[in-house]
Protein backbone atom coordinates (compact mmCIF):
# COMPACT_ATOMS: atom_id res chain seq x y z
CA UNK A 1 0.00 0.00 0.00
CA UNK A 2 1.54 3.24 -0.81
CA UNK A 3 0.47 6.80 0.30
CA UNK A 4 -0.82 7.70 -3.54
CA UNK A 5 -3.64 4.78 -3.07
CA UNK A 6 -4.30 6.26 0.52
CA UNK A 7 -5.60 9.27 -1.04
CA UNK A 8 -2.42 11.80 -0.87
CA UNK A 9 -2.28 14.66 -2.97
CA UNK A 10 0.63 15.33 -4.90
CA UNK A 11 2.07 18.34 -3.58
CA UNK A 12 2.22 16.04 -0.11
CA UNK A 13 3.70 13.35 -1.96
CA UNK A 14 6.33 15.52 -3.46
CA UNK A 15 7.73 16.19 0.45
CA UNK A 16 7.51 12.60 1.51
CA UNK A 17 9.57 11.62 -1.04
CA UNK A 18 11.83 14.67 -0.36
CA UNK A 19 11.72 13.14 3.65
CA UNK A 20 12.55 9.52 2.01
CA UNK A 21 9.09 8.13 3.32
CA UNK A 22 8.61 4.86 0.69
CA UNK A 23 5.50 3.16 2.35
CA UNK A 24 3.07 4.13 5.23
CA UNK A 25 3.56 2.55 8.38
CA UNK A 26 0.60 0.66 10.27
CA UNK A 27 -0.91 3.76 12.20
CA UNK A 28 -0.75 6.00 8.89
CA UNK A 29 -2.73 3.06 6.59
CA UNK A 30 -5.59 2.95 9.22
CA UNK A 31 -5.84 6.53 10.11
CA UNK A 32 -5.19 8.67 7.09
CA UNK A 33 -8.03 7.16 5.01
CA UNK A 34 -10.49 7.93 7.78
CA UNK A 35 -8.96 11.81 8.61
CA UNK A 36 -9.52 12.42 5.28
CA UNK A 37 -13.60 10.85 5.18
CA UNK A 38 -13.84 13.23 8.12
CA UNK A 39 -14.24 11.07 10.74
CA UNK A 40 -13.38 11.57 14.68
CA UNK A 41 -10.04 9.34 15.52
CA UNK A 42 -9.45 7.72 18.73
CA UNK A 43 -6.14 5.74 18.08
CA UNK A 44 -4.04 4.27 20.44
CA UNK A 45 -0.18 4.88 18.92
CA UNK A 46 3.60 4.83 20.47
CA UNK A 47 5.84 7.46 19.45
CA UNK A 48 8.03 7.17 16.55
CA UNK A 49 5.08 5.15 14.99
CA UNK A 50 4.92 8.00 12.16
CA UNK A 51 1.66 8.99 13.97
CA UNK A 52 2.28 12.61 13.33
CA UNK A 53 2.59 12.13 10.04
CA UNK A 54 -0.77 10.08 10.60
CA UNK A 55 -3.47 12.65 11.29
CA UNK A 56 -0.84 16.05 9.61
CA UNK A 57 -1.23 14.79 6.37
CA UNK A 58 -4.68 14.06 6.02
CA UNK A 59 -5.04 17.76 7.83
CA UNK A 60 -2.68 19.37 5.08
CA UNK A 61 -5.01 17.90 2.40
CA UNK A 62 -7.71 19.02 3.66
CA UNK A 63 -6.73 22.57 4.04
CA UNK A 64 -5.48 22.85 0.96
CA UNK A 65 -7.50 24.98 -0.67
CA UNK A 66 -7.30 28.37 1.29
CA UNK A 67 -11.13 30.11 2.49
CA UNK A 68 -11.47 33.87 2.35
CA UNK A 69 -11.66 35.51 6.02
CA UNK A 70 -11.38 32.18 7.95
CA UNK A 71 -9.23 32.00 11.21
CA UNK A 72 -7.42 29.28 12.41
CA UNK A 73 -9.25 25.51 11.08
CA UNK A 74 -6.76 23.09 12.75
CA UNK A 75 -5.33 22.85 16.55
CA UNK A 76 -3.05 20.29 17.66
CA UNK A 77 -2.64 20.30 21.30
CA UNK A 78 0.32 18.41 22.76
CA UNK A 79 1.47 17.92 26.08
CA UNK A 80 5.25 19.27 26.05
CA UNK A 81 6.67 22.36 24.47
CA UNK A 82 9.46 19.85 23.05
CA UNK A 83 6.94 17.51 21.45
CA UNK A 84 5.01 20.46 20.25
CA UNK A 85 8.14 21.87 18.45
CA UNK A 86 8.61 18.67 16.85
CA UNK A 87 5.14 18.02 15.56
CA UNK A 88 5.70 21.37 13.72
CA UNK A 89 9.09 21.49 12.50
CA UNK A 90 7.28 17.82 10.85
CA UNK A 91 4.39 19.67 9.51
CA UNK A 92 6.64 22.82 8.11
CA UNK A 93 8.63 19.88 6.18
CA UNK A 94 5.35 17.85 4.87
CA UNK A 95 3.62 21.14 3.64
CA UNK A 96 7.12 22.40 2.71
CA UNK A 97 5.25 22.50 -1.39
CA UNK A 98 2.23 24.36 -0.08
CA UNK A 99 1.17 27.64 1.28
CA UNK A 100 0.01 26.83 4.82
CA UNK A 101 0.94 29.20 8.23
CA UNK A 102 1.20 27.36 11.18
CA UNK A 103 2.35 29.02 14.44
CA UNK A 104 3.76 27.45 17.53
CA UNK A 105 2.30 28.62 21.08
CA UNK A 106 3.94 27.30 23.67
CA UNK A 107 5.59 28.31 27.31
CA UNK A 108 9.06 29.48 27.18
CA UNK A 109 8.59 31.85 24.42
CA UNK A 110 7.61 34.99 23.78
CA UNK A 111 3.92 35.82 24.24
CA UNK A 112 3.54 39.24 22.47
CA UNK A 113 5.88 37.11 19.35
CA UNK A 114 3.68 34.58 19.22
CA UNK A 115 0.60 37.15 19.37
CA UNK A 116 1.81 39.08 16.30
CA UNK A 117 2.27 35.51 14.59
CA UNK A 118 -1.31 35.15 15.59
CA UNK A 119 -2.32 38.22 14.08
CA UNK A 120 -0.67 37.79 10.99
CA UNK A 121 -2.81 35.10 10.13
CA UNK A 122 -2.34 31.30 10.83
CA UNK A 123 -4.54 27.83 9.51
CA UNK A 124 -2.73 25.42 12.37
CA UNK A 125 -2.05 26.49 16.23
CA UNK A 126 0.12 23.36 17.46
CA UNK A 127 0.11 24.40 20.97
CA UNK A 128 0.39 23.00 24.60
CA UNK A 129 -2.86 23.28 26.55
CA UNK A 130 -1.90 26.17 28.41
CA UNK A 131 -0.41 28.27 26.68
CA UNK A 132 -3.14 27.80 24.31
CA UNK A 133 -5.71 29.09 27.12
CA UNK A 134 -3.74 31.83 27.65
CA UNK A 135 -3.99 33.08 24.48
CA UNK A 136 -7.90 32.74 24.58
CA UNK A 137 -8.11 34.47 27.16
CA UNK A 138 -6.18 37.59 25.13
CA UNK A 139 -8.91 36.99 22.51
CA UNK A 140 -8.11 34.30 20.22
CA UNK A 141 -10.91 33.06 18.36
CA UNK A 142 -11.68 29.19 17.72
CA UNK A 143 -14.96 29.35 16.03
CA UNK A 144 -13.57 28.30 12.45
CA UNK A 145 -11.52 25.28 13.85
CA UNK A 146 -12.01 22.01 11.77
CA UNK A 147 -9.88 19.74 13.23
CA UNK A 148 -8.84 19.19 16.74
CA UNK A 149 -6.19 17.05 17.75
CA UNK A 150 -5.47 15.71 20.95
CA UNK A 151 -1.38 13.86 20.61
CA UNK A 152 -0.31 11.67 23.74
CA UNK A 153 -3.21 12.11 25.36
CA UNK A 154 -2.38 10.24 28.15
CA UNK A 155 0.26 12.64 29.02
CA UNK A 156 -1.67 15.76 29.11
CA UNK A 157 -3.73 14.05 31.31
CA UNK A 158 -1.16 12.98 33.86
CA UNK A 159 0.81 16.34 33.86
CA UNK A 160 -2.30 17.92 34.88
CA UNK A 161 -3.92 19.48 31.91
CA UNK A 162 -7.46 18.07 32.29
CA UNK A 163 -8.75 21.28 33.31
CA UNK A 164 -7.27 23.53 30.48
CA UNK A 165 -8.81 21.03 27.92
CA UNK A 166 -12.51 20.72 29.37
CA UNK A 167 -11.90 24.44 28.75
CA UNK A 168 -10.84 24.93 25.72
CA UNK A 169 -13.59 22.29 24.41
CA UNK A 170 -16.68 23.99 24.71
CA UNK A 171 -15.13 26.97 22.88
CA UNK A 172 -15.02 24.80 19.68
CA UNK A 173 -17.98 24.92 16.98
CA UNK A 174 -20.14 21.86 17.53
CA UNK A 175 -19.70 20.46 14.09
CA UNK A 176 -14.98 19.41 14.28
CA UNK A 177 -13.48 16.40 13.64
CA UNK A 178 -11.82 15.19 16.80
CA UNK A 179 -8.94 13.38 16.57
CA UNK A 180 -7.36 11.82 19.87
CA UNK A 181 -4.10 9.91 19.81
CA UNK A 182 -2.90 8.18 23.70
CA UNK A 183 -0.53 5.11 24.17
CA UNK A 184 -2.79 3.92 26.74
CA UNK A 185 -6.67 3.71 27.06
CA UNK A 186 -6.90 4.43 30.45
CA UNK A 187 -9.84 5.46 32.23
CA UNK A 188 -9.12 8.62 32.22
CA UNK A 189 -8.71 8.74 28.50
CA UNK A 190 -11.61 7.17 27.68
CA UNK A 191 -13.22 9.51 29.96
CA UNK A 192 -12.17 12.18 27.98
CA UNK A 193 -12.40 10.92 25.05
CA UNK A 194 -16.51 10.92 26.10
CA UNK A 195 -16.13 14.51 26.76
CA UNK A 196 -14.35 15.74 23.47
Known sequence: MSFEKLGVFKPLLDAIHDLGYENPTTVQKRVI????????????????????????????????????????????????????????????????YMEIKTTILVGGKDLEKQKRALNNGTEIIIATPGRLFEHIQSGLNLSDVEVFVLDEADRMLDMGFTKDIRKIHPLLPKRHQTLLFSATFSDKVRKLSKLI
Do not use: Y
Not at 36 to 61: E, H, V, W, Y
Open 33 to 96: PLVLQKKDIFASAQTGTGKTAAFALPILQRLRKPVENRGVRAIILSPTRELSIQIHEDIKDLSK
